[in-house]
């Protein structure tokens, strides 16, 4: 199985709440990431989270680790259209080249 | 800001040709990375260098080659290009200090025919 897992899918209306998952097998990580890409993009940086957390919240955004299950999320509260884009998960697992691994990415689509 | 550019944003080659593809980073990062992207496959690491003249191969190097005779300039050889190779490749990088964020270019969609 994969490394990352995440679902490649996730349809949600406008307003509502999105929870993007994401599951892991190594826990060795010191950061875990969430990008987010736009159509015809590169990759933004959304947020991370350090290992030794296990909430992190910034403006609409909230992350959760849970680092018992290997289990980290993203929430979008107020989901609005402009946040339909690819979400991906990403760990370090301890590299210290700076790699980083990532999972397949979730397609959000949030309709009117 | 940091600023990672790439040469196209969209190129089209004939099979077998050499094709380069270049990327420049403005913040004296030590780590540079290439990716394609492929559609229901994510980000696959091709290779990564975390030094002038250093590099180590990601998880598909073949049929890719890459060069770093400069900090900031990281670039990416087909040297033969081939049909399988038409996808998206994204630049990256990272300080290589603390955290290992990466920061990416807009990326290159490269049409191979």
């Known amino acids: 199985g994969e490394d990352v897992e995440q679902s490649l899918f996730l349809s949600v209306r406008e307003g509502d709440s999105s929870v993007i998952n994401c599951t ?26 350090f290992s030794n957390m296990d909430m992190k919240q910034d403006q609409r955004l909230t992350v959760l680790l849970n680092k018992k299950d290997k289990h980290l999320s993203l929430r979008i509260a107020d989901t609005q259209t402009g946040d339909s884009a690819i979400y991906f998960c990403a760990l370090d697992r301890g590299s210290t080249l700076g790699r980083l691994y990532f999972g397949r990415g979730t397609q959000l689509t949030v309709w009117p | 800001d940091v600023k990672v550019t790439q040469s196209s944003r969209y190129l089209v080659k004939r099979t077998g040709e050499k094709v380069f593809l270049e990327c420049v980073q403005d913040m004296d990062h030590e780590n540079m990375f290439w990716y394609r992207q492929d559609p229901g496959l994510g980000l696959r690491l091709i290779y990564f260098s975390y030094d002038v003249k250093m590099k180590e191969k990601g998880d598909i190097p073949e049929g890719y080659s890459v060069s770093r005779e400069k900090k900031e300039r990281f670039s990416l050889i087909l040297e033969s290009a081939s049909t399988n190779q038409t996808s998206m490749y994204l630049c990256a990088s990272s300080s290589g200090q603390g955290g290992q964020t990466q920061y990416f270019g807009p990326g290159t969609r490269l049409l191979v025919l």
């Open chain 1, 24 to 49: 892991y097998t190594d826990s060795s990580s010191t950061y875990l990431y969430w990008y987010k890409q736009e159509p015809g993009a590169g990759l933004q940086l959304l947020t991370y989270i």
